[in-house]
């Protein structure tokens, strides 16, 4: 089995490759369009700024490469946020590979002014589908850090509350976002990325 990570400026690599470590898994880390297509499972993590991050795709043309990808992919953080429409950070056009925009978060100063953004720490996931998260109980926790959330919609197969409800994670065809970070996640982000292996 080959698992690439997507090599680019926004990548939070390390702690991903330590996390696939940990389970027993090796995987390259590459930009390079030919092992991409080639690898069995790819992951898309990312970290940062919409904006710069989807310049720097369409740079070197991964934008296009991502989009194309038939085997099982799974975005991280802004990597989920990337694979969705648009983000108001910046003003960004993303991949479209979900339809699900992505919004800053804005918490009401009256009743919400103790949420910080962005949010940082242990949240619990919720209403969870697919094989992604086989194993895995209603309610569990994961590690999340972001100041901007994927609206829910037809592609959510995980909700999490922070201000509202939003999407913790995404699903269309080959493609799986998740917002939190599994890498960070501990025993359960790793079942979740055992999981995303065995699909």
């Not at 790819?42 to 720097?56: H, K, L, R, W």
Request: proline share 4%; aromatic share 12%.
């Amino acid at each position: 089995m080959k698992l690439v990570i997507i090599k680019y400026n926004a990548g939070n690599i390390q702690s991903v490759l330590y996390a696939l470590e940990r389970i027993g898994v090796e995987a390259f880390v590459t930009e390079d369009e030919a092992l991409i297509k080639g690898a069995d499972k790819v992951i898309f993590p990312g970290v940062g700024e919409a904006s710069t991050a989807m310049n720097y795709l369409k740079e070197r043309k991964l934008d296009i490469l991502i989009k194309s990808l038939t085997q099982p992919v799974l975005g991280i953080c802004l990597g989920m946020q990337l694979m969705c429409a648009y983000s108001e950070e910046n003003d960004t056009d993303c991949l479209g590979i979900f339809d699900e925009q992505v919004k800053k978060f804005n918490p009401d100063t009256n009743t919400q002014a103790h949420l910080k953004v962005p949010q940082i720490g242990w949240n619990n996931i919720y209403d969870l589908q697919t094989p992604l998260f086989n194993g895995i109980k209603d309610h569990s926790y994961c590690y999340f850090v972001h100041g901007y959330y994927a609206a829910k919609g037809e592609h959510t197969i995980a909700t999490t509350d922070y201000v509202l409800p939003y999407s913790a994670a995404l699903h269309r065809d080959n493609f799986y976002g998740v917002q939190f970070h599994p890498e960070k996640s501990a025993a359960i982000g790793e079942q979740i990325l055992k999981n995303f292996i065995q699909l």
